[in-house]
Nanobody, 125 residues
Framework: QVQLVESGGGLVQAGGSLRLSCAASGITFSVYKMGWFRQAPGKEREFVAAIRWNGRSTYYGDSVKGRFTISRENAKNTVYLQMNSLKPEDTAVYYC??????????????????WGQGTQVTVSS
């Protein structure tokens, strides 16, 4: 049974930082690309960041470039999202996702077959 479990969300003031973690089980983590997406109330799911299976390439949505950093530790089956300089518009539920390494576009939800339950991030102004 595949499980992706996010943690690290919470309430933070604008300008602050949070680090999200996503622990995977039930998959061979090291051969999957990993992504983070977010969804705010009334909005579509938005691409945040992705990292290749070997960690050698990373990709970011335009709204988070320069502020967020994705990384992974294959030995721990874990992917991280370091979020700095947070803004109120970053408020959303953040989802971790795993996808076959050569399938689809990194920024498309359809490229990911497994999803976590999400963790809430709220940024106050």
């Amino acid at each position: 049974q595949v499980q992706l479990v996010e943690s690290g969300g919470g309430l933070v003031q604008a300008g602050g930082s949070l680090r999200l973690s996503c622990a995977a089980s039930g998959i061979t983590f090291s051969v999957y690309k990993m992504g983070w997406f977010r969804q705010a109330p009334g909005k579509e799911r938005e691409f945040v960041a992705a990292i290749r299976w070997n960690g050698r390439s990373t990709y970011y949505g335009d709204s988070v470039k320069g502020r967020f950093t994705i990384s992974r530790e294959n030995a721990k089956n874990t992917v991280y999202l370091q979020m700095n300089s947070l803004k109120p518009e970053d408020t959303a539920v953040y989802y971790c996702a795993a996808g076959a390494r050569y399938y689809g576009n990194n920024d498309s939800p359809t490229a990911y077959g497994y999803w976590g339950q999400g963790t809430q991030v709220t940024v106050s102004s």
